[in-house]
Nanobody, 123 residues
């Protein structure tokens, strides 16, 4: 079991940056593959970025080059640094964990989820 808590969301302007954090309790991060998803109203939960057991990252094209995901196993923490934010990035952002070794872009493959943090980008 692992419990995830996100923080760092807020209201920013077009072009601004924001850093989201996800901290875990329970089993350590090193036992899980971890990802960030987001969900805008009326849409499905969307994969953004993932990091596997070996530290390899994978990003969806729409955020590649703007978002950077890092993991610190010793602190059981996960970070998503978001640069050059756009109004279409407005959503609730979630961190998620799964027991498999490989990153999955499918939300239903993840067993554990945080409560989400709202990011709003104004134009």
């Amino acid at each position: 079991q692992v419990q995830l808590v996100e923080s760092g969301g807020g209201l920013v302007q077009d072009g601004d940056s924001l850093r989201l954090s996800c901290t875990a309790s329970g089993r350590t991060f090193s036992s899980y593959t971890l990802s960030w998803f987001r969900q805008a109203p009326g849409t499905a939960r969307q994969f953004l970025a993932g990091i596997d057991w070996f530290g390899t990252t994978n990003y969806v094209d729409s955020v590649k080059g703007r978002f950077t995901m890092t993991k610190e196993n010793t602190k059981n923490s996960l970070t998503l640094k978001m640069n050059r934010l756009k109004p279409e990035d407005t959503a609730v952002y979630y961190c998620a964990a799964r027991g498999g070794a490989l990153i999955s872009r499918v939300a239903s493959d993840y067993e554990y989820w945080g409560q989400g943090t709202q990011v709003t980008v104004s134009s």
